[in-house]
């Protein structure tokens, strides 16, 4: 049972449109969400996160999205650059299931020049 | 500045083979956590440990053994090694009240 799902494998955006990708979780008691970015052979690192007290936070060209009432996220960003070619994972955490942190399949985004 | 350090980086195994993959991390987090990626499935939770002698299972623990001696210290064993475990497995370790975790750089492990 997936309780993090990234519906979307692939995403092909040109450089300085907007990139969508989306996740949706059946949890409902997550009350924190996290984007991560993972390139080839790397280790996915931390890129933004919303708690679910909220329903938006921004960083520079990255927004996250918090819809509770459909238990969705989207991860917006503009503009792309062909830099944030890269995997890119949704994961959520509840506070009363300890460490357990669940992440989606992700979704791979080519931003083209 | 280590953070989260994964050995080894690349292994092959013969089926029925045991080994252990170590992770180490200097920061003192007290959550650390075992993970697999597989082409399609996502980053799926093994096991995980909240401090130094507490561990739990995750999404697909079966086959894999975890202990938690230390708070620096989360090695992942393979008692026998089985095709399916082929994958590429990382470490992440947190701070409790953060979901921010950090990562190791992966063990690609392929069983034959």
């Known amino acids: 049972d997936q309780q993090v799902k990234q519906n979307s494998p692939s995403l092909s955006v040109q450089e300085g449109r907007i990139s969508i990708l989306n996740c949706d979780y059946t949890?409902?008691?997550?009350?924190?969400f996290l984007w991560y970015k993972k390139y080839p052979a790397e280790g996915p690192t931390f890129l933004i996160s919303?708690?679910?007290?909220?329903d938006k936070n921004e960083d520079g060209r990255f927004t996250v999205f918090l819809n509770k009432s459909a238990k969705h996220l989207s991860l917006h960003i503009v503009p792309s650059q062909p830099g944030d070619s890269a995997v890119y994972f949704c994961?959520?955490?509840?506070?009363?299931?300890?460490?357990?942190?669940?992440f989606g399949q992700g979704t791979e985004l080519s931003v083209k020049p | 500045n280590a953070g989260v350090t994964q050995t080894p980086k690349f292994q092959v195994l013969k089926t029925g083979q045991s080994m252990t993959l170590q992770c180490a991390q200097d920061?003192?987090?007290?959550?650390m956590s075992w993970y697999r990626q597989d082409p399609g499935m996502g980053l799926r939770l093994i096991h995980y440990?909240?401090?130094?002698?507490?561990?739990d299972q995750g999404e697909v623990p079966n086959g894999y053994n975890v202990s938690r001696s230390t708070t620096e210290d989360f090695p992942l064993r393979l008692l026998s090694a089985a095709p399916s475990q082929t994958s590429v497995y990382f470490c992440?370790?947190?701070?409790?009240?953060?979901?921010?975790?950090?990562f190791g750089q992966g063990t690609r492990l392929t069983v034959v």
């Open positions: 920061m003192n987090h007290e959550y």
């Open positions: 994961a959520a955490s509840a506070y009363n299931q300890g460490g357990k942190l669940i």
């Open positions: 949890n409902s008691m997550f009350d924190y």
């Open positions: 919303i708690s679910s007290i909220k």
């Open positions: 992440a370790s947190r701070r409790p009240g953060t979901g921010t975790a950090f």
């Open positions: 440990s909240v401090g130094a002698g507490i561990t």
